[in-house]
């Protein structure tokens, strides 16, 4: 489904009982909504309503030509909150859903009942422009995303999901290949202008984070750091997992999450 804003559209999908409590999803850079596929049918067998929300240039929802940034990310899930009519949500996002996730506790905690962050960081890793500048050649020369699909993929997950589940891994590197490029800059330069280490300590939001023991890309120690940071928040680490630990070992992945969402549901508006 897709709304209109600011003379661009945004695609949501939303499914569950009216009377269920919201939970909104945000996915990483280069992914769409479809990431969350393997926590589509425990949340709604628990009776959840699920939001799932494609962020700019990416999945359904249009480009916008200039560079993000993450208050402008977060804004857009604010607006969707609006056109829905949703006063507030429990939130799940990955990786620079994640640093979302955070902006939207900073810019707009009244909107959240809980907050998940996964695999994600608190500000731009150091030193990383060579590695951002490399990737942005490589989508000049090729005129798309393409040439970053499998080292994406060798990040995100590892070997021995490719060998168990060969056309989920093969699914999700053409969700990777075909994000707009647009999109794809975009979100690298909100993550590369990203720093809320210094915001951090004023969120109320009950906040749990969560992290695959083998990411490289957002590494735990940057995620420990969230948790240290948010007031008592809650760091968890799931074992044998990279950068999706939500594809990769989904039913540790959802049983923590579950959990996580069933302590806070008391809090729905």
């Known amino acids: ?43 709604l067998g628990q009776g959840w309503r699920v939001l799932r929300l494609d962020m700019r240039g990416h999945g359904g929802s249009d480009p916008v030509a200039q560079n993000y940034t993450m208050v402008e990310l977060a804004d857009d899930v604010a607006l969707a909150l609006d056109f829905l009519g949703f006063a507030t949500v429990h939130f799940v ?14 810019e707009h905690g009244h909107r959240l ?12 890793i150091p030193g990383g422009m060579p590695m951002w500048n490399e990737r942005f050649e490589a989508i000049k020369r090729a005129g798309c995303v393409e040439p970053l699909a499998d080292a994406t993929m060798q990040r995100w997950l590892t070997d021995a999901f490719k060998a168990r589940r060969p056309e989920r891994w093969q699914q999700i590197r053409a969700t990777i290949a075909c ?16 720093d809320v280490l210094s915001k951090l300590g004023s969120v109320d939001t009950p906040t749990l984070v969560v992290c695959g023991d083998s990411d490289t890309g957002t590494p735990p120690a940057g995620n420990r750091r969230i948790a240290e940071l948010i007031p008592a928040a809650r760091f968890q680490e799931i074992a044998d997992a990279r950068h999706l630990p939500n594809v990769e070992h989904p039913q540790t992945f959802n049983r923590i999450m579950l959990d996580w969402l069933s302590s806070n549901r008391q809090n729905c508006a």
Do not use: K
């Not at 996002?93 to 900073?106: H, N, W």
């Open 179 to 194: 994000t707009s490029p647009a999109g794809y800059l975009g979100g690298a330069a909100a993550i590369i202008n990203f």
């Open 1 to 43: 489904m897709l709304f209109r804003t600011r003379n661009r559209n945004i695609y949501y999908d939303l499914i569950g009982p009216e009377s269920g409590p919201i939970v909104c999803f945000a996915h990483s850079l280069s992914a769409d909504s479809g990431i969350w596929a393997e926590q589509m049918c425990p949340l």
């Open 93 to 106: 996002g990955l990786s620079i859903g994640g640093m979302i996730g955070q902006t939207l506790a900073i």
């Open 113 to 124: 009942q809980s907050l998940m962050l996964c695999d994600t960081s608190p500000a731009a």
